[in-house]
């Protein structure tokens, strides 16, 4: 299912990215809210349906419903990447205002602690509930709070644009509009295949010339590091070393808990530091971290409890430069990106990412054996190490258009 939902997000990415660049703001955010509740209510019904049918002595990926829910898994997940997308890289620009940083980190900061908290207790929710009730219960109230907020969220986005004097109804590039209008006839399905190639020809070509793609590559390569944070391979490994599952459920929430930490933090950084020197303060201070983590493997002294678990809090503290650079670089592409190609170039950051990520965790497959963590941190550490040198180095060499970008950041 993993593996099906980036495929689609590598090749859908910049199509649905094309589309939402070339539609309005409102009704294109509320189709997606829309196909993405009714993919999240099929997912539901198909475990509900597996729990109720006989089981058979057949593979599960045989089964009708398990195509159904990796296609509906696969499609939820797509149209949640382009409306966080159409959020963080348009509306919170249009809403908190280009020219004000100080009031644009602080948006970003309060979206990404909502956000941030709202998982916490989704997980913590979902977590008493099922050790109450049947998974079954679990899922209907589920898919009923899923019907239930979706017009909540209809309502709250025609309040937002009433409330910001219509913002939200600007045209996004007039020039570009007009251009795609006089394109020609809306292709049929003949050759949809052909607009689909050319939408995503075009994702990688705008991704690559945009003007703050160091940036942009400095977060891709922090994709890279699936093992030297909260995730299933560093649970595997903690699990193989024999530490109590208290622990370790306890080291996924300090992780979480630096997040949310992260989001007061970046804004005191934005203000003090100027934006492009938050990014590269949150991005030294992740590498310096994960080096000493990394450090502390090698000196082989982890079988001891100790040192185990200084080697959790550097990780754990390193969590709080990663999210502050998550911060602070999307403020970057916010800035940097024309609101004409900001859902293109940004669903198309998150395909090159997700394949990234993939070709990492493809490698860690086939090096699957604990005494291969090594080789997988420290990997993971140069891709932390790679990110931060591309950054500074594009802070300590600017061009005239990072300087004009830039001009407003008394820092830079």
């Not at 604990?370 to 420290?378: C, Y």
Request: glycine letters at 8%.
């Amino acid at each position: 299912m993993g593996f099906f939902s980036k495929l689609i997000l590598i090749v859908g990415g910049p199509l649905v990215g094309k589309l939402m660049d070339h539609s309005p703001r409102i009704p294109a955010y509320i189709c997606l809210n829309t196909v993405q509740a009714a993919a999240q209510l099929l997912s539901a019904a198909m475990i509900i349906h597996a729990h109720t049918v006989i089981p058979t002595s057949s593979s599960m990926l045989l089964h009708p419903w398990f195509f159904v829910l990796v296609l509906a898994g696969a499609v939820e997940r797509l149209t949640g990447v382009a409306l966080g997308v159409a959020v963080e890289r348009d509306w919170a620009v249009l809403l908190a205002g280009i020219n004000r940083p100080i009031a644009l980190a602080k948006a970003n900061a309060v979206l990404n602690r909502i956000d941030l908290l709202c998982e916490i207790a989704g997980a913590s929710l979902f977590g008493i509930l099922l050790s109450k009730y049947e998974p079954v219960t679990c899922l209907k109230f589920a898919a009923g709070l899923i019907m239930w907020s979706l017009p909540v969220m209809i309502i709250l986005t025609w309040f937002t644009n009433k409330i910001s004097s219509g913002v939200l109804d600007r045209a996004k590039c007039s020039q570009s509009c007009c251009r795609t209008s006089n394109e020609g006839p809306v292709p049929d399905a003949d050759n949809i295949v052909d607009v689909g190639i050319e939408a995503i020809k075009l994702g990688w070509k705008e991704y690559m010339q945009q003007p703050v793609l160091p940036a942009s590559l400095a977060y891709v390569l922090l994709c890279l590091n699936v093992v030297l944070t909260p995730g299933s391979l560093m649970t595997a490994f903690l699990t193989q070393r024999g530490l109590n599952p208290s622990i370790i459920g306890g080291f996924s929430g300090l992780c979480a808990s630096m997040g949310v930490a992260a989001t007061f933090l970046s804004a005191y950084l934005v203000r003090r530091l100027g934006i492009l020197k938050a990014g590269a303060a949150g991005l030294i201070f992740q590498a310096s971290l994960l080096a000493m983590a990394v450090a502390v493997y090698w000196s082989g002294s982890l079988s001891q409890q100790n040192p185990l678990l200084f080697f959790l809090c550097l990780i754990v503290l390193s969590r709080l430069g990663h999210m502050s650079y998550d911060i602070v670089g999307a403020q970057i592409l916010q800035t940097g990106i024309p609101s004409s190609k900001a859902n293109l170039i940004g669903t198309t950051e998150i395909s090159v990412a997700s394949l990234v990520e993939s070709v990492m965790l493809g490698v860690a497959i086939i090096a699957n054996d604990v005494s291969h963590f090594g080789f997988l941190a420290t990997l993971s550490l140069l891709s932390v190490v790679g990110a931060a040198w591309m950054f500074c180095h594009w802070l300590l060499n600017p061009t005239d258009e990072q300087r004009s970008l830039f001009s407003f950041d008394p820092q830079s």
